[in-house]
């Protein structure tokens, strides 16, 4: 798995850790508490979402922010990674410490060929 798993930690000074898509594959397999986030809207997750994934639009995260154990590993992904970064920093404002974002995002992962589900 040369090349795959965490990119950077901490980029720009933030509190969370960028995967990707082999990383994120590793991650999943590796362990079960994980949970997955995709904060895109709802027209995007019609399209198709990582398997196992929930969806919390990123609008809706503050409102739902309660649903997520600050002490469990989280990793967030939207389109290309932008909203998921944005999220990530915002949950690591609110004490979050274990908090990865999908560099490049679903389409980084449709991208290396791993699958989706409608």
């Known amino acids: ?32 508490s994980v949970r997955l986030i995709d904060v895109r809207g709802a027209a995007e997750v019609a399209r198709g979402m990582i398997p196992g994934a929930q969806h919390v639009e990123l609008g809706a995260l503050a409102a739902r922010v309660d649903e997520f154990d600050p002490g469990a590993p989280l990793v967030l992904y939207c389109l290309s990674g932008a909203r998921s970064a944005q999220g990530c920093a915002w949950l690591a404002q609110r004490g979050f410490k274990r908090l990865y974002h999908l560099q490049g995002g679903i389409a980084a992962w449709m991208k290396a060929g791993l699958p989706v589900k409608a």
Request: proline content about 9%; charged content about 10%.
């Open 1 to 32: 798995m040369h090349g795959a798993g965490i990119l950077e930690a901490n980029p720009r000074g933030t509190m969370y850790q960028t995967l990707d898509p082999a990383g994120l594959q590793a991650l999943l397999g590796s362990e079960p």
